[in-house]
């Protein structure tokens, strides 16, 4: 009898403890596996998500000592979940050391306080530590907050205190934490998103409609090509990965990797390509060209469902570098031009012929003529015959019965053109028909567990939840400029334009935001809401600290001294502050910015006054609530044990905190009380809100009756009942809804979170697990899988389709579900136009087309296409940064970042299983240049750029090799980013005190890939 361990202990635990020592003694070639069963049987097992990155494989965790009165619960096993239709039981040398996570000795247990000048830290109550931390921000807020602009506008607006948001708390934490930012009146604030997968959001949301991964983890097994490139997804998502092998073993899909590194996702493709950091959108560029030459175009596709036949405004042009409309003082465009011509009725004029001079088509086919692939070959360092292969297998899924696919991460967001690299292959992925199909679409790989979710929350310094923007003090003085602006109107007839019903998404917020208080009459609170002037993004928060304009900072879940560029500015940054919070579970290098590391951290602390603060807080093991992968599920998990020492949840921590603030409000009164103390704070427990009425806040509940659309008479959902989903969300104040892309995540029906079908219904669909958003669908746009006609493209990959009274099938049609084929709705359904758009009119700053420009650091100084315009000519850089710029001819080497299978960002160097792993500070160099400076695999070298140096051992390696890029040898070096001095590793460098505080146009995601440095033996 052979059975697996997991069976093994299915068995011993559904009753056959007591004869678990017969077993053993017949199967004495188990007796590995029985003296874990006997240990795990009378362990307790709770459900949970790992807690890195968004796979969100689940995991089983198994604690003792629940039973007896005062005996705390510890977790003592952690396994992969069998049943979870992504991970189905694996995990990655992450997930495996999850319990080291939860033990490790970093763990903060006590409030701390570090006083101004002081070595160390002096252990406080909680009492004292709500009690100090609220009496700061009081001052600070009464003494700064901006009540009205010079203009009289009311703004609310606090910026003297910034605030940074976890990436792995739940979504119940992101939106208490929401509600407190926003009552209080922060707008300095940021997420993770920032640094990663902001340009995703930009991009994807510019072309489609809606910023996330297209599709799902298991529906890449659907693809017959895939192509990984801004990204290594068998290293930094190896359990999401294995369904590209699945695609391999399952279709015989074709894998290439295009990567300045041989990476190990490279290790396991088809075929790999070098290229140059930086340089993406000349490849992507001229892939466009290649299909065009070559019509590898699926043009039923594109006529119907993009904006190919669009015409665009006179005027509209690209010359040199620049697009039309460019404003070199203010360096930024006018975007006027980058419009279509509409006629006189408002709508849209198309050219359906495509021969108009102006339609998108011609403009595409112009732009791009000028990336051939010798161009290609010459600029990115790729030899012409990996580029030819490339366009050759994704121009082979032009047809409808072929699908390809693309992955990637942060090696095409972290550039200052991020967000146009990613929109350069969502516009090829148009041209090829795959969007919405099953194995296709834009997948981005998003890196923390619950990135997706916070985005989703708006936890950034100009949005609020479910992708609303906060409101601005010049564009939205009152409610109806607000909803005027955010409210578009149709550009083509019979187009559902989604975002139509903004009012009933912003409404339903005010609700949840300030309760019975928002009335229609002081217009739903409007006016309580901050309205900011400036985008105060991570690199403007340092800048602003730089120069003594903030004097707090609470820093939740977050180590921004490892993860900022310039890592020596954001340290000096600090140091000016007043005070600081830190809310973590685990020690990290940002709460002892003020402590001495020789070399790594050379400050003294006597100089250094910031009072600093630090609050332990609980890991994804000790709380329950929901975090959202990659693919946009929302996943419930369950608490498994009680929290180390004192440590407090999240909840509880901002609960306490705005408790504190709100009495003090009450007793002392104080500057802009108004928002603070109007503002709904319902929870049965105010100090610690609980994640089941945060969760139901999220889906949202009629306040009213809400009647039935279709039949007046009846009543849809009754007053206090959880709503069905975002259609029943009403625009005069009888809905209550935290964000409405989570509505239908805590139904009448229970928590359709913590549901656990995991039955294929079709192609790897699994509706009945967990729930996604929007309303279940997991294969967003998949109206577009399906001809007009309504007839999938591909009979093999039938989704969904008309079935002559709806769309139905394997997921949630992401469509009007009663539309006939024949009313000529379009799939993209959140644009205005229905249009996917090759051209992206005026949604991006920088161009409605992508076009190629170095990285601010380049090692060619010139940009061969343009070389009067090298740079972006819209990028985000402050003037002290851009002092702190090195030039070729000092720096004559490219640095690169990226990070490892066995860590996670800087939180697993705390873990002894992944400090085993991977104990220390490394660089990659090639062999060639190694040999140029002398260096021998092992010996320590010092890598230098105009902001500072780390040292490092060498690892001297083929799969870094010199490329020829525009007549001149280029080398790049491969840098990994985990080392600190907090840690149970080697202590080591902060990586980022290497990479420049420049961001993209867009999205201010900071240009972390492309950057120059110089190399010595150490
Ligand atoms: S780090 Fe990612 S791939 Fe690894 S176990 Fe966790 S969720 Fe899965």
Known sequence: ????????????????????????????????????????????????????????????????????????????????????????????????????????????????????????????????????????????????????????????????????????????????????????????????????????????????????????WVDIKNADFILVMGGNAAEAHPVGFRWAIEAKKQRGARLIVVDPRFNRTAAVADHYVPIRVGSDIVFLGGIINWLIKNDKIQWDYVKAYTNASAIIQEGYGFDEGLFSGFDAEKGAYDKKTWNYELDDKGIAKVDPTLQ???????????HYARYTPEVVADLTGSPIEGFELVCKHLGETCTPDKVGTILYALGWTQHTTGAQNIRTM??????????????????????????QGLSDLGLLSTSLPGYLPLPNEKQHTTLDAYLTANTPKTLRDGQLNYWGNTPKFFISMMKWFWGDKATKENNWGYDWLPKWDKMYDVLHITELMYQGKINGFVVQGFNPLASFPDAHKVRDAFSKLKYMVIIDPIATETSTFWQNHGESNDVDPSQIQTEVFRLPSTCFAEEDGAIV????????????????????????????????????????????????????????????????????????????????????????????????????????????????IFSGCWTQAGNQMARRDNTDVGLGNTPGWAWSWPANRRILYNRASCDPAGKPWDATRK????????????????????????????????????????????????????????????????????????????????????????????????????????????????????????????????????????????????????????????????????????????????????????????????????????????????????????????
């Open 356 to 366: 108009h001079p102006r339609c998108v088509w011609n403009l595409l086919r112009q």
């Open 629 to 740: 992968n990659s693919g946009r599920w929302l996943q419930w998990h369950w608490k498994g044990a009680e929290p180390p020492g004192e440590a407090h949840s999240d909840q509880e921590i901002i609960g306490e905190l705005f408790v504190a603030l709100r009495d003090l409000y009450r007793k002392e009164g104080g500057k802009g009380a108004e928002p603070v103390l109007n503002v709904s704070w319902p929870y049965a427990n105010p100090k610690a809100p609980t994640p089941e009425e945060l969760a139901k806040e999220l889906n949202g509940r009629a306040l009213a009756d809400i009647p039935d659309p279709a039949d007046k008479s009846k009543v849809l959902v009754k007053k206090g009942e959880q709503l069905p989903g975002f259609a029943a969300l009403q625009d005069d104040g009888s809905t209550l809804c935290a964000c409405w």
């Open 799 to 1018: 989704l969904i389709a008309w079935n002559g009274e709806r769309w139905a099938g394997a997921d949630v049609p992401d469509f009007k579900v009663d539309s006939p084929p024949e009313a000529g709705m379009n799939p993209f359904i959140m644009n205005p136009e229905g249009f996917g758009r090759l051209f992206c009119t005026d949604k991006l700053v920088d161009g409605p087309f992508p076009e190629h420009y170095e990285p601010m650091e380049t090692p060619l100084g010139t940009n061969p296409l343009h070389p009067k315009v090298v740079n972006s000519p819209a990028v985000r850089i402050f003037k002290s940064d851009r002092e702190r710029l090195g030039k070729h001819t000092e720096f004559p080497y490219v640095g690169t970042t990226y990070r490892l299978t066995e860590h996670f960002q800087f939180w697993t160097k705390s873990v002894r299983l992944n400090a085993i792993a991977q104990p220390e500070q490394f660089v990659e160099i090639s062999e060639v240049l190694a040999k140029e400076k002398g260096i021998v695999a092992g010996d320590w070298v010092k890598i230098s750029s105009k902001r500072g140096f780390i040292k490092a051992k060498a690892v001297v390696t083929k799969r870094m090799k010199p490329l020829t890029v525009n007549k001149q040898t280029v080398h790049q070096i491969g840098i990994p980013l985990h080392w600190g001095w907090e840690t149970v590793a080697q202590k080591g460098y902060l990586t980022n005190i290497l990479s420049p505080a420049v961001g993209d146009c867009n999205t201010q995601t900071p240009e972390y890939k492309a950057f120059l440095v110089n190399l010595e033996k150490a």
């Open 1 to 216: 009898m052979q059975m697996s361990r997991r069976q093994f202990f299915k068995i011993s635990a559904a009753g056959l403890g007591t004869s678990g020592l017969v077993m053993m003694g017949a199967y004495s070639g188990e007796a590995h596996a029985e003296v874990r069963a006997y240990r795990l049987s009378r362990a307790r097992e709770t459900r949970n998500t790992c807690t890195y990155c968004s796979v969100g494989c689940g995991v089983l965790m198994y604690s003792l000592g629940d039973g007896a009165k005062n005996a705390k619960a510890e977790i003592i096993h952690i396994e992969g979940d069998p049943d979870h239709p992504v991970s189905r039981g694996a995990l990655c040398p992450k997930g495996a050391g999850l319990l080291d996570f939860i033990h490790s000795p970093g763990r903060l247990k006590y409030p701390e306080v570090r006083e101004p000048g002081s070595k160390e830290w002096k252990r406080i109550s909680w009492e004292e530590a709500i009690h100090r931390v609220a009496k700061h921000m009081k001052a600070d807020r009464d003494a700064n907050l901006v009540e009205k602009n010079a203009e009289g506008v009311p703004v609310n607006r606090w910026l003297s205190t910034a605030m940074l948001t976890a990436s792995a708390s739940s979504n119940e934490t992101g939106i208490l934490t929401q509600k407190f930012m926003r009552s209080l009146g922060i707008v300095a604030t940021d997420a993770q998103a920032r640094v990663c997968h902001g340009p995703t959001v930009s991009a994807l949301a510019s072309t489609f409609g809606r910023g996330a991964m297209t599709n799902s």
């Open 426 to 451: 969502a516009m090829i992925q148009l041209l090829l028909g795959n969007i919405g199909m099953p194995g296709g679409g834009v997948n981005a790989l998003r890196g923390h567990s619950n990135i």
